[in-house]
């Protein structure tokens, strides 16, 4: 979508969200015939004329202010993940056109961080980009995210075979990646208990990182498969809302450990820009507690390959216990 249909789509969306009744706005019991606030409202809050909130709201940014936008994101009562969205679209929609978008360069965690993860026992620890991508977890984070990681072997196990079964070169392997699991896999309904909410999260912050990073060549790849394969994820994207992911609670219902209840915690990484530090630990004692210690003692026990029923003795299916160090089973990359 072009820049100016995204800040007009986006513009129109949060007006719709605020009531006169909210906005301070007497009504007089008249029949309005658009849900929310009128262009001119939202105009006389800002403290702009009519006219030029509607060149706002049909795309036409260059040259606006910041103080503008501001009066713009207070009219609309935007939150704090909002207000930066619209200051990203209005800083990306000035900046001079690229003639193709571009693929990020390949996202390495640092040693040192690996280090960190590995330090991190008896709590999840997982470090994703901005486009969903796991890029490296410790032994209890790819446990817990078992489904996750195999669902992704699955697609590159099925990526190398040639329809008549014959094996062809390898390309760069699909990254763990949560959005992708979350529409496309029909296994996620049950391990996430709470999947209407985790889903909309999970888009909303597609969106904030689409804002930000709009020429990211792999992220618009991504928006478009989902989009077309996932009704849900379209419907979705299709509302504008946009989510910072900063700290909560978590349900899960892994297939091992069983139901569990996760607090979890986010870090940016100052020295590797696009990089989050995912954290989740249980409370002492209790139930998911003790599930999750069960579930770093199965992580830490010796792998069994297990066998799933199929045609000429079946197929392996990835054991949830091995390292996922960049490099060695991930690689370090962001490319699917």
Same mark, same amino acid.
């Given at each position: ?9 986006f513009?129109i969306s949060?007006?719709?969200k ?5 906005a301070?706005?007497?009504t007089y019991r ?7 606030l009128r262009?001119?409202?939202?105009a006389?809050?800002a403290?702009?004329s009519t006219d030029?909130y ?5 795309g036409?940014?260059r #040259?606006?202010?910041d103080?503008v936008?501001?009066?713009?994101s /207070? =009219?609309? +009562? $935007?939150d704090? %993940?909002?207000? &930066?969205?619209?200051?990203?679209l209005a800083?990306t929609?000035t ?5 193709t978008?571009r ?6 965690v640092?040693?040192?961080v690996?280090r960190?993860?590995?330090g991190m026992?008896?709590?999840v620890?997982?470090v994703?980009?901005?486009?969903s991508d796991?890029l490296a977890?410790?032994?209890l984070?790819?446990a817990?995210? #078992?489904?996750?990681f195999s ?5 590159? /196990? =099925?990526a +190398? $075979?040639h329809? %008549?079964?014959? &094996?062809?070169?390898?390309t ?6 949560q ?13 996430y208990?709470?999947w209407?909410?985790v ?7 597609l969106r904030?990182e689409?804002g930000r990073n709009p020429?990211?060549?792999a992220?618009n790849e991504l928006v478009?498969?989902l989009t077309t394969r996932s009704?849900?994820f379209?419907?979705?994207?299709a509302?504008?809302d946009?989510?910072?992911h900063t700290a909560?609670?978590?349900r899960f219902h892994h ?14 990484l ?7 530090l995912?954290?989740?630990?249980a409370?002492?004692?209790s139930a998911?507690?003790n599930a999750l210690a069960?579930?770093?003692s199965w992580a ?8 799933a ?10 054991d949830?216990?091995s390292p996922?160090?960049p490099?060695t089973?991930?690689?370090?990359k962001?490319?699917?």
């Amino acid at each position: 979508m072009d820049r100016r249909d995204e800040i007009r789509e986006f513009l129109i969306s949060r007006r719709a969200k605020i009531t006169p009744e909210q906005a301070g706005i007497p009504t007089y019991r008249n029949l309005r015939r658009v849900p929310g606030l009128r262009r001119e409202e939202v105009a006389h809050l800002a403290g702009v004329s009519t006219d030029y909130y509607t060149r706002l709201e049909r795309g036409s940014i260059r #040259g606006v202010s910041d103080a503008v936008l501001e009066a713009v994101s /207070s =009219a609309l +009562q $935007l939150d704090v %993940a909002e207000r &930066a969205h619209l200051m990203d679209l209005a800083r990306t929609a000035t900046a001079p056109p690229r003639r193709t978008p571009r693929r990020p360069a390949q996202q390495r965690v640092r040693p040192g961080v690996l280090r960190l993860l590995d330090g991190m026992t008896g709590v999840v620890a997982l470090v994703q980009n901005g486009r969903s991508d796991v890029l490296a977890a410790n032994l209890l984070g790819r446990a817990l995210y #078992g489904p996750v990681f195999s669902s992704a072997a699955q697609f590159n /196990s =099925a990526a +190398q $075979l040639h329809p %008549a079964g014959q &094996a062809v070169p390898r390309t760069h392997d699909r990254l763990p990646n949560q959005a992708r699991y979350l529409f496309l896999d029909p296994g996620a309904g049950d391990f996430y208990p709470d999947w209407p909410a985790v889903a909309a999260t999970a888009v909303a912050m597609l969106r904030l990182e689409s804002g930000r990073n709009p020429d990211d060549r792999a992220l618009n790849e991504l928006v478009g498969e989902l989009t077309t394969r996932s009704a849900l994820f379209a419907g979705l994207w299709a509302g504008h809302d946009v989510r910072i992911h900063t700290a909560g609670t978590k349900r899960f219902h892994h297939p091992v450990a069983g139901d569990l209840s996760l607090q979890f915690e986010t870090l940016d990484l100052p020295g590797d820009e696009g990089q989050t530090l995912f954290t989740f630990t249980a409370e002492p004692g209790s139930a998911s507690g003790n599930a999750l210690a069960f579930l770093a003692s199965w992580a830490a026990s010796p792998p069994e390959t297990t066998t799933a029923g199929g045609p000429a003795g079946g197929t392996t299916t990835p054991d949830m216990r091995s390292p996922a160090q960049p490099g060695t089973h991930i690689q370090g990359k962001t490319e699917p």
